[in-house]
């Protein structure tokens, strides 16, 4: 199915530790971006990539590094985990410079606890 | 920056009924988003507006480019409709979206 998919879908992680989320789509888009949803259910860009290369990093703590190895996968890693990082962590993609015309396509969402 | 402001935050209302959901913009936009959230969690994609307005089902969206202003309607309400509504200004390039806070809908049979 053409789709943005992530995994995983839930990660229950203890403080400190260092964790991955992975992002694929295979949509053909040139742009890919990871959005943070808060307790409040209120979104938020993190990082935007166009062509694997980097164009908007919001205020993020350096402890979340993205990583694109190419222009289909972009990868969110997080590194000495805080109980405040707990939140859902949505990726999207959109096809670049025409999202004004074609719109974005949301994964489904990782459910990220620290505890 | 964009601020996007929603209206209202919370919407309780009956089977039939028309609802409304309201969004404006503080700064020029290429294109706006609604998007639809449901108690499972995933995102979907509404509508994306330009101008005009757009039809899909019950579901109507409508901007007003020269007052910043969007709004959602729903029309004949049913209860599968009780999701959080969510509109976002893409403001272009590769930018990402700005969200407004949500509006959570509930529809009573």
């Known amino acids: 199915d053409t789709a943005v998919s992530q995994t995983p879908k839930y990660l229950v992680t203890q403080m400190g530790n260092d964790k991955s989320i992975k992002c694929e789509q295979n949509l053909g888009h040139d742009t890919m971006y990871w959005y943070k949803q808060d307790s409040k259910k209120f979104l938020k860009i993190m990082f935007s990539?166009?062509?694997?290369?980097?164009?908007i990093n919001e205020t993020v703590p350096n402890r979340f590094s993205p990583k694109s190895p190419d222009k289909a996968h972009l990868n969110l890693h997080i590194n000495s985990l805080e109980l405040g990082d707990s939140a859902v962590y949505f990726c999207?993609?959109?096809?670049?410079?025409?999202?004004?015309?074609?719109?974005?396509?949301f994964g489904s969402g990782t459910r990220l606890t620290v505890v | 920056k964009n601020e996007v402001e929603q209206s209202p935050q919370n919407l309780t209302a009956q089977e039939g009924e028309f609802i409304t959901i309201n969004c404006s913009y503080s700064v020029g936009i290429s294109a706006l988003h609604w998007l639809q959230q449901h108690p499972g969690g995933g995102i979907v994609s509404l509508f994306m507006l330009s101008s005009g307005k757009k039809k899909h089902g019950r579901l109507i969206a409508t901007i007003n480019i020269q007052e910043k202003h969007s709004s959602l309607h729903i029309t004949a309400s049913h209860p599968r409709d009780s999701a959080v509504y969510i509109c976002a200004a893409y403001e272009g390039g590769a930018d990402g979206l700005t969200f407004g806070k949500g509006t959570h809908l509930i529809i009573q049979p």
């Open positions: 999207a993609s959109s096809p670049f410079p025409r999202a004004a015309n074609y719109g974005y396509t």
């Open positions: 990539y166009n062509n694997k290369e980097l164009i």
